[in-house]
């Protein structure tokens, strides 16, 4: 077998109240893809982190071409040509394309003075690789969540590192960018680099991966070619048991219309009508840059309306503002957990639940006794990984952060409750759980709004899903009858079955 050109071994890391790390293993070899696989806090990216120098080791060897290494921090793993892309993106909004990509290594000339056409020109030569059709000198905070991505992953591939770790490249990409990104990959493997790839999309792991590694509580379980192995049996190794019915479909008992929207316009959204009933799961389908996540602010008040009516359980409201939707119980989880979701610096207990107060209060006296039983039975149901309730919630791992954030939301008691890609970044054992919690609060008749990106999840979870593309619905169907294809072909703009409920 070809020789690795890094070994991670026996690596320990502990943290207050938790060991993170316990003799994990990886290896990794020239001109092939290893997928890093595992439950949300198996390991994963505090082992990155540690490889890259943000994290030191308590015990265990790195052991980079043949020799032992220890990095300082990222610019120093960097410097050896090891880069890593990170799950939660690190860019500067205000700044350029060029200038996020050569943050920090401008190309200056012998006096000190950047080269902007030269800078430029490199950065557009990137992003001609990645298919990216923005100019380099536009400025990141105008681009899409997954355009901000495409941006990261030129930025890690400029510095032609001999390792490039990627984790969950592609939570916030579309089909088009995914292929892309695949394309970039395999030109690298062909250049002899090695690439780790960090990922919950089993399709992706058996499309672009060579080999597998999983880690489970911090540990090693095991390694072997992608060839050798197929999906439940990869899921059976991560969760350490067997997952029957990942996608658990329940029939709704309720009847009547919970929500209706009736020719809502707003900004990216075009005279928009559909009906949401009770015990419902409702899913939206569409590239990006349809409408969904526009559509859905606007629902919840985070957006202005210039024109249409919402109606809840047939009264009109009208929602200027999120607290108003709250207040008229409509929650909203949001795609972006980083920037609109969380406060990184709070605590588990304190962001769960912020937006639960009016209810966990008597007057103006807060019942904490209350809180903290709601905040531990919605830690207990979704299984989060915390050393406690009152940990900060930026230590989490991103997976976890995701539950806290949708529980967030459930502990509102909404009757309307909008999941924005919910499990983004949620491994498979996480998903499960969530699934069934989802059809908890189906069966108790809450209606849900499912936006995801995952086809599965869409056609697995919902009982209806409506299409959008371009600020218009373009397709209505019933989920257990629907076709990937047809649903694919309303996306790109293809109207069919007009009649939209």
């Not at 090693?220 to 070619?225: P, Q, Y």
């Not at 709070?346 to 769960?352: I, P």
Request: with cysteine; glycine share 10%; charged share 20%.
């Amino acid at each position: 077998m070809t020789q690795a050109i890094l070994q991670l071994q026996a690596i320990e890391k502990s943290f207050p109240g938790v060991k993170a790390l316990d003799k994990a293993c990886l290896n990794v070899y020239p001109g092939q893809v290893m997928a890093l696989m595992g439950e949300n806090g198996a390991g994963k990216s505090t082992l990155m982190k540690v490889l890259t120098g943000i994290y030191s080791l308590d015990e265990g060897q790195i052991i980079y071409q043949g020799e032992t290494r220890t990095f300082n921090g990222p610019r120093d793993s960097q410097a050896a040509g090891i880069s890593i892309i990170h799950q939660e993106l690190n860019l500067l909004p205000e700044l350029t394309i060029a200038e996020n990509i050569f943050l920090g290594r401008e190309i200056t000339s012998a006096f000190g003075r950047i080269l902007w056409d030269e800078m430029n020109a490199q950065a557009a030569a990137l992003l001609a690789r990645l298919a990216i059709s923005h100019a380099p000198q536009t400025r990141v905070g105008d681009l899409s969540l997954g355009e901000q991505q495409m941006v990261e992953i030129a930025k890690a591939i400029s510095f032609d590192s001999k390792v490039i770790i990627m984790d969950e490249p592609t939570d916030a990409l579309t089909d088009v960018e995914t292929q892309s990104l695949f394309k970039v990959i395999n030109e690298l493997r062909a250049q002899g680099c090695g690439i780790v790839y960090i990922s919950h999309r089993m399709q992706e792991i058996f499309t672009i991966c060579d080999a597998v590694t999983v880690l489970r509580d911090g540990g090693f379980i095991h390694e072997c070619a992608i060839a050798d192995i197929d999906e439940d049996r990869l899921i059976e190794r991560m969760v350490g048991r067997k997952l029957a019915d990942q996608y658990p479909r329940i029939v709704n008992t309720h009847q009547g219309c919970r929500l209706a929207v009736s020719e809502l316009s707003g900004l990216g959204v075009n005279n928009v009508s559909f009906n949401l009933n009770k015990g419902e799961i409702l899913g939206f389908s569409g590239l990006m840059g349809a409408g969904r996540t526009e559509l859905m602010k606007i629902i919840f008040g985070a957006s202005a309306k210039t024109h249409g009516e919402i109606n809840l359980n047939g009264n009109l409201i009208r929602l200027n503002s999120p607290q108003q939707a709250l207040d008229a119980g409509i929650a909203y989880i949001s795609e972006d957990r980083k920037g609109d979701g969380l406060l990184l610096e709070l605590s588990v207990k304190e962001n769960m639940s912020i937006c639960a107060l009016s209810k966990l209060s008597s007057g103006l006296q807060l019942r904490h006794q209350d809180e903290i039983a709601e905040v531990d039975q919605f830690i207990g149901a979704f299984n989060i990984k915390t050393p406690s309730r009152d940990a900060r919630i930026g230590n989490l791992s991103g997976g976890n952060q995701q539950k806290v954030a949708i529980a967030k939301g459930l502990m509102t008691q909404p009757q309307v409750l909008i999941l924005d890609e919910p499990t983004r970044g949620v491994d498979v054992g996480a998903k499960k759980e969530i699934y069934d919690l989802i059809n908890r609060f189906k069966a108790q008749g809450m209606s849900i709004i499912l936006v995801s990106s995952d086809m599965p999840e869409l056609m697995g979870m919902s009982d209806r899903i409506l299409v959008m593309h371009q600020g218009q619905i373009t397709g209505e169907f019933d989920a257990a009858q629907a076709e990937q294809e047809t649903i694919l072909a309303c996306a790109v703009g293809k109207t069919l079955n007009k009649d939209i409920a």
